[in-house]
Structures are given as structure tokens and as C-alpha cells.
């Protein structure tokens, strides 16, 4: 009776061997498709929902492709079966206790032969990252600063330590790491098991990622061969952690590349908008900054000056001309601007109706309401417009967006109400 095959377990994958292979043989030792979930109910007049994509997990062999773990993101590839020569993408690489479980959307005939091939350029990013964050910690760990987590972001990732780094201790380490860089330690990676024939079915192989006399650590992940395939480490800014511990911003290898490029577009566009040289590019952007703060603050006193003199101008109504319907609108105004009216009219008698309003076609909009007819006029508007809001002694609502004409019905309405 032939033996059952099995698959190579996850610490002795050929990817962990030699994470350098871009291509690799191997064969299909199972391959089960995954339930799709129930259909959700089709609403009344709505089309059918289209059918859920099928989703396969296929165990190899041995393979190339990572799967998730240890702080590091998945591998992608395809799979290409060679005698059809069917390729299919491969999306997604999990563990199943200590199997490699490769995700597609389509099926594979279990025992046939395939070529694995590796998207080169996000593995290479990862281990830039990976390894990267192996060397920084090994710097901090010089400094009794251990890492206590760290998380591999699409753009930027970030490293967790106990304390807030000095700038004088960036400085110094940003210089110590990228030394290392240049120096192009060697690194290898140790199987201290490795005469031993048993494996434990939870741990798996344990594999120990030395940066060469530098760091010594367990690690499932991928790595550079050394330490000047990393290129260059960036160190950004920190921020608060939990328990005040801080994270520390970083990115590694050709991120950064990609990262000094954006940040170059974007200080050109700076220094194009506020016509300055680079020199004196901070300076001038603080004092934008301040003046627009100065702007701001004028715009607030003035726009609370008109709202007094349109409160004054509506109590004169009252007072003068016996109206019991006011309204006033202001297109440029927030709500800040009618809650400032409001509060200057202060208690108006039982039988005033108040209405004001703001927004401009196209853009959001606040309206207060006041008086006896509070519900008729809300009312009245909510068929104009989609209004939201409620309230107890006034109605305040907002209009997500002022449609086409909508303002002018408004205003009509109200001409008509105040006769």
C-alpha cells in the first residue's frame, strides 16, 4: 500500500531555504473548494446578485509562495499546471497548523505537476521591510530599548518600544543601522533542530535568523541574503503607543525611493504655491499659517458682528412693522452664523415664527426654526428639500446638499409665509 504524501511543513518551505527562487516545481496534494456564503435575500424589483466568485485552497507540495506570518505579509503568485498549462493567480497564502495553504478562484487536478511562480517584486519589499526591522531592532536592543511589537504597513510600517527616542538618539541610530547597511553583513539562517527527527506539530521547525555576530532571533519570515540588499532605512516620526510606550515610523529599501520621490513632488508643489526656495520654504509655511489663523479669527468677529446687526434688523421688524413671520438667509454663512442670531433675538414672544437658513446650491446647508408653526414650516421644507433634524424648544436641521432650485423654493415659500 503506497504512502500517503505529505506536504513540507511550514520552516522547511523552499521559499524559507532559499528566498531567492522566483520559480519552482511542485505538485498538487490537495485541492477542496470553499463553500461560498449564503445568498443574501434578493430585494423586490432589484437584479439577481451575481454569483459569488469559488474560492479553492490548494496545498503543494513544497512551494515558494509565503505564507502569512511573523509580523510578515503573504507571497503572491500563479500556478501554472504543466501539462494544460491553465494558470491561475494565486491571492492569498495562509497556515493550516503547519501547512501552506495557497488560495485561488480556480480548481487544480489534485497529483498533477505545476510551475510556481513568485511575484518577485512584493517579496523582495517584504523582506526589505522584514529584515530591515530585524537590523533596527538589533540596533535598539543595544540601547535597552527591546522591540516589543512591530507591523508592516503597505506604505509605512511602525516598531513599538518602551520609551520616546531623542533627537540626538535618531540621529544616532538612523546613522549606526544604515553603517550596517553599507557594511553588508552576511545573513543566514540556523535550524538548531536540525539532527532532530521530530517535529513538534504546534511550533513547527524553529529557524533562528542571524544578522551576522550582530542579532540572533527566531523568525519564520524571508530574508535578504544581507544586509546590503536592504539598500537604505528611514527613520520618520514617533508617536504614542499604549502604556506610554511610543512607535517609531520606518521604512526600508526601495520604499524609500518611492517615498523621497513623492516628498520631493510635494515640496515642489509647496514651493511653487508660495512662490519660495526650498530654504525658506518652512519658514514661509508657518507664516501662512499664521496669518490664515489671523483670517480666520477676523472672519469669526465679523461674521458675529453681522449676525448682531441681523438680529437688530429682525427684532426692528418685529417691533416696528408687527411681523410675526422672520426669516433671514445667508448663502456663505455656517451654522455657527444662525446660532449667533438666534442667541441675540434671545426669548421672542409666543406668537414670532423664525426661520433662518444657509447653504449654497450644490453644498450643505443649516436651518433653525422657532414659534408656533415650528412643525408646519419643517414640514413644509422636508418636501423641498432633505432636511434632517429635530429639537425641543426649536428645530435645528441640515441639509446634506441644496439641489437645483431648491433655495429658491425656500425663499418663495417664505416670502409668501411672512405677507
Not at 23 to 34: A, D, G, N, P, R
Not at 196 to 208: A, D, F
Not at 247 to 261: A, E, H, L, M, Q
Request: net charge neutral; charged share 25%.
Amino acid at each position: 500500500m503506497s504512502a500517503v504524501a505529505r506536504g513540507t511543513l511550514v520552516g522547511a518551505l523552499a521559499c524559507q531555504k532559499d528566498a531567492y527562487l522566483k520559480s519552482f516545481s511542485s505538485t498538487v496534494l490537495t485541492c477542496t473548494e470553499i463553500p461560498a456564503p449564503p445568498a443574501s435575500k434578493k430585494k423586490k424589483g432589484a437584479a439577481a446578485p451575481p454569483d459569488p466568485t469559488p474560492t479553492y485552497k490548494i496545498e503543494l507540495q513544497d512551494t515558494i509562495l509565503f505564507p502569512e506570518g511573523g509580523g510578515q505579509p503573504c507571497d503572491f503568485g500563479e500556478l501554472v499546471e504543466t501539462e494544460s498549462n491553465l494558470k491561475i493567480k494565486v491571492f492569498d497564502v495562509q497556515r493550516e497548523n503547519l501547512k501552506a495553504i495557497h488560495y485561488t478562484h480556480s480548481p487544480l487536478t489534485v497529483g498533477s505537476n505545476v510551475s510556481v511562480n513568485l511575484d518577485w517584486r512584493r517579496r523582495l519589499d517584504n523582506m526589505q521591510q522584514h529584515t530591515g526591522q530585524h537590523l533596527l531592532s538589533a540596533i535598539l536592543d543595544k540601547r535597552q530599548l527591546p522591540t516589543l511589537s512591530w507591523n508592516m504597513g503597505e506604505v509605512i510600517n511602525y516598531l513599538e518600544i518602551p520609551r520616546k527616542l531623542s533627537n540626538d538618539e535618531i540621529k544616532e541610530i538612523s546613522q549606526e543601522v544604515n553603517d550596517q547597511i553599507l557594511s553588508n553583513c552576511s545573513i543566514n539562517v540556523e535550524y538548531p533542530d536540525a539532527n532532530n527527527n521530530e517535529v513538534n506539530e504546534e511550533k513547527g521547525i524553529m529557524r533562528v535568523v542571524h544578522i551576522g555576530d550582530l542579532d540572533a532571533n527566531p523568525c519564520c519570515g524571508t530574508h535578504l541574503l544581507s544586509t546590503g540588499h536592504i539598500k537604505a532605512i528611514v527613520l520618520l516620526n514617533q508617536f504614542s503607543g499604549k502604556a506610554g510606550t511610543f512607535r517609531i515610523n520606518f521604512i526600508c529599501g526601495d520604499r524609500t525611493i518611492n517615498y523621497t520621490s513623492q516628498l520631493h513632488e510635494t515640496t515642489k508643489k509647496l514651493m511653487n504655491t508660495l512662490s519660495v526656495n526650498l530654504e525658506d520654504l518652512d519658514l514661509k509655511a508657518s507664516q501662512t499659517v499664521q496669518n490664515l489663523k489671523k483670517i480666520q479669527q477676523r472672519e469669526n468677529n465679523l461674521m458675529k458682528e453681522l449676525a448682531s446687526l441681523k438680529a437688530n434688523e429682525l427684532k426692528n421688524n418685529i417691533k416696528n412693522n408687527d411681523k410675526k413671520f422672520i426669516w433671514a438667509y445667508r448663502a456663505d454663512a455656517e451654522l455657527d452664523f444662525i446660532n449667533n442670531i438666534f442667541k441675540e433675538l434671545g426669548d421672542l414672544s409666543d406668537d414670532v415664527n423664525l426661520v433662518l437658513f444657509t447653504g449654497e446650491t450644490g453644498g450643505n446647508g443649516a436651518i433653525i426654526i422657532s414659534g408656533p408653526k415650528t412643525n408646519e414650516i419643517a414640514d413644509k421644507l422636508k418636501t423641498i428639500t432633505n432636511l434632517r433634524g429635530g429639537g425641543k424648544g426649536k428645530f435645528q436641521g441640515k441639509v446634506a446638499e441644496w439641489g437645483k432650485s431648491e433655495i429658491d423654493q425656500v425663499l418663495a415659500y417664505l416670502e409668501q409665509e411672512k405677507c
